[in-house]
């Protein structure tokens, strides 16, 4: 199956600072790419749909703003967590197309 | 009613056990059906992949599809503890380049040996 990077796999960060995730499609070009949310014990939460060239789609209920997602080229997307706060702490896993949907190992992120 | 249901477990066998793992949904729309596994901190793996009313085999793994019924299953045979993870079923429709896939909450599965 088609291989989908994250990087970084973990990041802890302090309450008020912004954190950068990215997600790469390694050998294939994807136009749309998607971010999900898990928090434990929980199912996946699509909030944005990420498209090459064009501004993301957000899921009802998640903040534009403070989730900022950039998809630049044909094998990167990223999403950025604005002024961070310890409710954001979760896994943020990214997926993107080829033929079906590819996901990423996913980025643990802790707000202290 | 959520749109796909599915039995979050736990659910412990021994190993060498057939699994049987389900989910129902209820938006008739639905004509493409996955299964998924997650390992603990990690991203979901594509197991199965089938479009429609079917079944499905690949090695120990036999994914079927009722439409009829709105219920899809997984199944796994000579369970190994290799196994054991978080099964997670989705399912979208097949509108243009929609991909947007609706999952279940996932099941814990731990094979025993």
């Known amino acids: 199956g088609a291989v989908v990077s994250q990087h970084p796999s973990w990041v802890i960060c302090k309450s008020g600072t912004s954190v950068k995730i990215e997600c790469r499609s390694l050998d294939f070009q994807a136009t749309t790419m998607f971010w999900y949310r898990q928090f434990p014990k929980q199912s996946l939460m699509l909030m944005a749909t990420s498209n090459e060239g064009s501004k993301a789609t957000y899921e009802q209920g998640v903040e534009k703003d403070k989730f900022l997602i950039n998809h630049a080229s044909l094998t990167l997307s990223t999403l950025t967590v604005t002024s961070a706060h310890p409710e954001d702490s979760s896994f943020y896993i990214c997926s993107a197309i080829s033929g079906s949907q590819f996901f990423g190992p996913g980025t643990r992120l802790t707000v202290l | 009613q959520k749109e796909v249901e599915q039995d979050p477990g736990p659910l412990s066998v021994p190993e060498g056990a057939i699994v049987s793992l389900n989910c129902t949904y209820s938006n008739s729309a639905f004509q493409y059906f996955m299964w998924y596994r997650q390992y603990s901190r990690k991203g979901p793996e594509l197991l199965m992949y089938t479009y429609s009313s079917g079944n499905k085999e690949d090695g120990r793994f036999t994914a079927q599809v009722d439409k009829s019924s709105k219920y899809i299953s997984l199944f796994i045979r000579d369970s190994q503890p290799s196994d054991s993870a978080t099964y997670l079923c989705?399912?979208?429709?097949?509108?243009?380049?929609?991909?947007?896939?609706?999952f279940g909450k996932g099941t814990l599965l731990t094979v025993n040996p």
């Open positions: 989705a399912m979208r429709d097949s509108g243009g380049s929609n991909y947007k896939l609706t």
